[in-house]
């Protein structure tokens, strides 16, 4: 596997420094939300590294990976925004050489949620929503509750979320509905 340093190197390389930036913010925030909740701290860098690392790769790219690993066909109707975590793990797979389920389910999961999460995918699904970058609305909110209790973070940015698509009228990828309904009922 990758020391985290060759990993930052081919990070910068493969996004604009912006979207670089960006990820070295969510990696800090991550460590702190694996420590307050007894995760792996070295795991917890290294998905939140990983966990933008296709989002600048052109849809082609994407559109090839699903085709080629016979992916759900149902992912050809959305973009980027979907694309660069499900379709993303496949080559943080292939291209830097990570091969942990744990790391990639937590790549995978991080726009989209899943109805069963791991406290690292939790984290990085959460780091990447209230990192200090971060300036919407309402985010301070989300990082107070999300320090107080990790799966009432997830199921505010989940209901929050839902409620910004429903509100423009963007397409609701069937695993964020699943999110929803796993999460928020539960921990509203
Ligand atoms: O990659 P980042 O910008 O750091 O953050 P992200 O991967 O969490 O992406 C957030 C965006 O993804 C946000 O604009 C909302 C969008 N998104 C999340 N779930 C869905 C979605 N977009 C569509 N169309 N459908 C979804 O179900
Ligand atoms: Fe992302
Ligand atoms: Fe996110
Ligand atoms: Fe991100």
Redesign the pocket.
Known sequence: PLSRAELVDKLRHAMKKKRFD?VLRVEETAIELAKENGVDLELASIAALCH?YA?QRPDQDFIATIKEKHLDPVLLN?GN??W??VVGAELVADELGCHDQRILDAVRQ???GAPYMTKLAQIVYMA?YIEPGRDFEGVELARQVTHQSLAKGVALQTKQ?LM??VSTG????PT?LATYNAWVPSNG
């Open positions: 960006h933008d989002k959305y925004a979907i660069h975590g991080h726009t989209v990447d979320t910004y698509l963007k397409p609701v990828y964020t």
